[in-house]
């Protein structure tokens, strides 16, 4: 069923809400700052860019998931959005550090994750033909916030400071729960046939072009978040001036948001499996991060970023967007849920591995071209997925993915049976 | 220094300003402290009056070096060193190298009393003027007001560059009046500092009597400096108000979209064969238009959404 335009605006607006929060962070921690402990949460948060706090929020990834296969993903984003808010009031009543990374973190990182995954994954099940569409404009979201938000967050921290600013996030955070709200129930044909939160998982667990895109995204992941830990202090080794820098990390997150509706559109105008375009996409975000080295003009550094800023955007919601043409709509709750806990390893991997070889090797030239590596090697999985090479428009129809549940152990070439 | 012909050294006359020995008895008696050494060039052409800022916070021997260039003869130029606006008689010397003139002034600057502008003239046609400012190190403090709650406890912290004062003390102040703080208030303020160059001031159980401004002093060999830091403390109530009205808010958005939803839905339940037929006379009667393509869209999307 394709549902009316309108269903975007909540789903967006609550894929909006969890990963503006993760942006606030940032906000919050230099509001703790003024409270005199900052030191260690600035050199915590710096050097681990955002996987610090990606894992603790990915971990409840699955639950989230089984929970959403169960009830539907209103009830669970309406916890998320309570979950949340409450983490953030709690932190603003914090008087150490502990205290604060545990309600910041745990408290709200799980709220943010129950919010995250099924928002996302429930675009799949109301989107069939504007599928990719959806997921891009949605995605815009995290871009958005943050450009919103972050003057909103000084603003707040200048006139209450932190822990009034925290209060005032919190109850922010509770239009998650309106978000949520909005989140209507939908049944398809396919559910009861995929089974309960178990036997999807187990199901999942044994689907071989499940299991490959996982390891390519998280190939993916490893590469992704790099250039957004390092590339100011890339361009300070070049010799820039820090507000030129920071205007094109802007220039980045600009045309981020422009490649995501770009590749959006992309996703559903071309027809063929979603796989080549994440592939094309992923390619050229790896080969331009292994150019950075290289460029050393300032007009070549801001053509490389607008190219990785696009490129990165781009493969977002296609990357999110293929999904259901892998494990089928039923199953989409778990197996986001499953992937988004398996890639966030990579994400966490991924920055302190590229500071060490910054260390090791004096510069950031190792550590951008393994990123691109990484990419590169992420793409190349992609092509080992079924359908890869196929010119028709072959997206799995419900009947075949029952087909296709009931049977866990269905060997590869069987599951395009009867679409050609 | 090259000691050439026109060279000009004015006698040890004991100086209004200090009463310094002469140069080679300083040089031998202060020998140990630093040396600092600091140039201004000057051109007939020069407009404005050039000056440089010099940080000092240690007794040092200062050599102060005008150069001039002119196209005119420089036996005819006038030279002469102030402090501030006193004229100085001695420890100065004249150099005329080509076409370059120099003049070097030489003082150590033990105590607060040297501190301030020494300047040289150049007098030709115009009289031009090099200024040296030397100043004790600035403090640092913070531009915006540091915002607090009643009942939280907060840190001001106060620092200079590369500086190692020989003392701290902090002051409070309402209005004008500059009031020590009763550090013996163990469970009120803490002072203490982690390097020299930085003071850190942590008030505890703040109310709001705390409110105001306090004053940072570092008092060095040289000279004192200060810096105002300014503490706003809030009531809770401040933030709570905003934050029930958000939640007000969206309880009633959530309470709008469900109350919204279960109407919608009860509309579609009840009357919903009465619609279906009216909808099959509505489209006999609209088949004869040519909308037939439509109407059959329409049908299926309405079994389908049930």
Redesign the interface.
């Known amino acids: ?1 394709d549902g009316g335009a309108l269903s975007v605006l909540p789903v967006g607006a609550g894929v909006r809400g969890a990963p503006l929060l993760r942006c606030l962070l940032r906000g919050v921690c230099g509001g703790v700052r ?3 402990s900052t030191r260690l949460l600035d050199r915590l948060h710096r050097n681990r860019g955002a996987a610090v706090w990606e894992t603790p929020s990915s971990s409840p990834g699955p639950v989230g998931s089984a929970l959403s296969t169960k009830f539907g993903p209103r009830p669970v984003v ?1 916890a998320g959005g309570i979950l949340a808010a409450l983490g953030m009031l709690l932190a603003s009543f914090a008087t150490s550090l502990t205290h604060l990374y545990l309600s910041i973190g745990l408290l709200s990182g799980s709220g943010w994750a129950l919010t995250f995954t099924p928002t996302l994954a429930c675009l799949s099940r109301y989107f069939s033909r504007r599928r990719s569409l959806a997921t891009g404009l949605a995605l815009t979201g995290v871009g958005l916030s943050s450009f919103a938000f972050a003057p909103l967050f000084q603003w707040l921290l ?4 932190w ?2 600013a925290l ?2 996030v ?3 955070s ?2 998650l ?2 978000c949520g ?2 989140l ?1 129930p939908l049944f398809l044909t396919e559910d009861p046939a995929v089974g309960g939160p178990g036997a999807q998982l187990a199901s999942l667990l044994h689907h071989g072009p499940f299991l490959r895109y996982t390891v390519a995204l998280t190939l993916i992941n490893t590469g992704f978040f790099i250039p957004y830990v390092h590339l100011v202090a890339h361009l300070q080794d070049l010799n820039w001036d820090p507000l030129p820098a920071a205007f094109l990390l802007s220039v980045a997150a600009i045309s981020d948001l422009v490649g995501r509706v770009a590749s959006g559109w992309l996703g559903d105008a071309v027809p063929g499996p979603v796989a080549r375009l994440l592939m094309l996409w992923t390619t050229l975000t790896g080969v331009s991060l292994a150019l950075f080295p290289v460029a050393q003009a300032p007009t070549a550094l801001v053509a490389l970023t607008v190219a990785y800023g696009f490129t990165s955007g781009a493969l977002t919601p296609v990357a999110f967007s293929m999904l259901p043409e892998l494990v089928g709509t039923g199953r989409i709750y778990c197996g986001l849920g499953l992937l988004q806990m398996v890639e966030s390893i990579g994400g966490l991997l991924g920055a302190p591995l590229s500071g060490y070889l910054r260390d090791v090797t004096g510069n950031y030239t190792a550590s951008f071209v393994v990123a691109g590596v990484f990419l590169l090697a992420g793409s190349g999985v992609l092509i080992t997925l079924p359908h890869f090479f196929c010119f028709s428009a072959p997206t799995l129809k419900p009947q075949d993915l029952v087909t296709e549940a009931l049977d866990t152990k269905v060997p590869l070439p069987k599951e395009g049976l009867g679409e050609d | 220094m090259p000691r050439s012909a026109g060279n000009h050294q004015k006698p040890g006359r004991a100086s209004p300003v200090t009463s310094l020995p002469v140069r080679e008895e300083m040089m031998a008696k202060y020998s140990n402290l630093p040396l600092e050494s600091h140039n201004i060039s000057l051109t007939e052409h020069s407009d404005v009056p050039v000056e440089k800022n010099i940080t000092l916070q240690r007794p040092s021997n200062v050599e102060l070096i005008c150069q001039f260039t002119t196209s005119g003869d420089l036996n005819l130029v006038n030279v002469t060193w102030k402090k501030d606006d006193e004229l100085l008689e001695s420890n100065y010397m004249i150099n005329i190298t080509g076409s370059i003139m120099y003049t070097l002034y030489t003082v150590t600057i033990i105590n607060s009393k040297q501190m301030g502008s020494y300047s040289c003239f150049f007098e030709e046609e115009k009289e031009q003027r090099g200024t040296f400012n030397f100043k004790v190190p600035e403090l640092h403090g913070k531009n915006k007001p540091l915002i607090t709650y009643v009942g939280d406890s907060t840190v001001l912290i106060c620092k200079c560059q590369d500086c190692a004062p020989l003392n701290w003390t902090w002051y409070s102040s309402n209005g004008s009046v500059q009031v020590p703080l009763d550090v013996q208030m163990n469970d009120k303020y803490v002072i203490n500092g982690t390097n020299a160059n930085e003071t850190r001031l942590k008030i505890m159980h703040i109310s709001e009597e705390d409110q105001g401004s306090y004053w940072c002093h570092a008092v060095f060999q040289l000279g004192e400096s200060e810096e105002r830091l300014q503490l706003v403390v809030l009531s809770y109530l401040v933030p709570l108000k905003p934050f029930l009205g958000i939640i007000a808010e969206v309880v009633l958005l959530v309470a709008i979209i469900l109350l919204c939803e279960m109407y919608t839905q009860k509309k579609k339940k009840q009357p919903d064969d009465g619609k279906e037929f009216k909808q099959m006379e509505q489209l006999k009667s609209d088949d004869s238009n040519g909308i037939e393509n439509n109407a059959t869209r329409h049908r299926k999307n309405e079994s389908v959404s049930q």
């Open positions: 069923m003024g409270a005199g309406m200048s006139h209450y400071a822990r009034g209060l005032l919190s109850a922010l509770l239009h729960v309106a709200a909005l209507r």
